[in-house]
């Protein structure tokens, strides 16, 4: 069965700095990858995804990811935290055709002024 | 997008007693996916809820023991039988969205804390 990593439990940022989250996957065929955030008292919500194509893939708020296929990682960066991206971070992983996905346990983000 | 309402928010529970969690989403959807957070661990599914028929479960999850309905296409229970302090957790209900079947990109609620005494 697939699993996915994610290495950074806890990070403490300070506003301006540069971010980079780990998650590794285990799984030999194609998969479907995504960050998800949950903003402190909101739901879940998708940050960004790769399905296919450029392994560079851009989501909102300046955040983007590359897939490294030969590293099975799926690492997500942000040249510059702010504030506002004080959050827990979700990379998720999609297999097959089933549209079920296996998370990683989370990172906490906290930036501080 | 969806709107996905989750009730309740979060409640106290006592060891032994069965809790019913409620997900109304905002559009008609072909699947619900229930899912359980537990203290710092990550989203493990325990479900997927497809109406008209039997919901399909995980590894490890049974319905006995979270037994859930699909009535239309808008509304879905979790219920939580016989609750030990195990089952305290976060259940969060996801659906996909419109056009976005069958590509794992999910809503979701905004989950039901459980905690059980």
């Known amino acids: 069965a697939q699993s996915v990593s994610q290495h950074n439990h806890h990070v403490i940022l300070s506003e301006a700095a540069s971010l980079e989250l780990g998650c590794n996957y285990s799984y030999g065929g194609t998969v479907n990858l995504f960050w998800y955030v949950q903003y402190p008292g909101q739901h879940l919500q998708l940050l960004l995804k790769?399905?296919?194509?450029?392994?560079l893939v851009k989501g909102i708020k300046g955040f983007e990811a590359e897939f490294i296929k030969s590293k099975f990682s799926f690492n997500l960066r942000k040249p510059s935290v702010q504030w506002s991206d004080t959050a827990e971070y979700f990379c998720a992983v999609r297999t097959g055709t089933a549209s079920k996905l296996t998370f990683g346990t989370g990172t906490r983000l906290q930036v501080t002024l | 997008s969806a709107v996905i309402s989750q009730k309740p928010s979060r409640d106290i529970c006592q060891r032994g007693t069965s809790l019913t969690i409620q997900c109304q989403v905002d559009s008609q959807v072909t699947m619900m996916f229930w899912y359980r957070q537990q203290p710092g661990q990550s989203l493990t599914l325990i479900a997927t809820?497809?109406?008209?028929?039997?919901?399909?479960?995980e590894s490890g999850f049974v319905i006995d023991k979270f037994p859930i309905s699909r009535p239309n296409l808008t509304f879905s229970t979790l219920t939580v039988s016989n609750m030990s302090p195990e089952d305290s957790s976060i259940y969060l209900c996801?659906?996909?969205?419109?056009?976005?079947?069958?590509?794992?990109?999910?809503?979701f609620g905004e989950g039901s804390r459980l905690t059980v005494l």
């Open positions: 996801s659906v996909e969205s419109g056009q976005l079947i069958n590509t794992g990109e999910l809503f």
């Open positions: 809820a497809n109406q008209g028929s039997e919901a399909t479960y």
């Open positions: 790769y399905f296919s194509g450029d392994p």
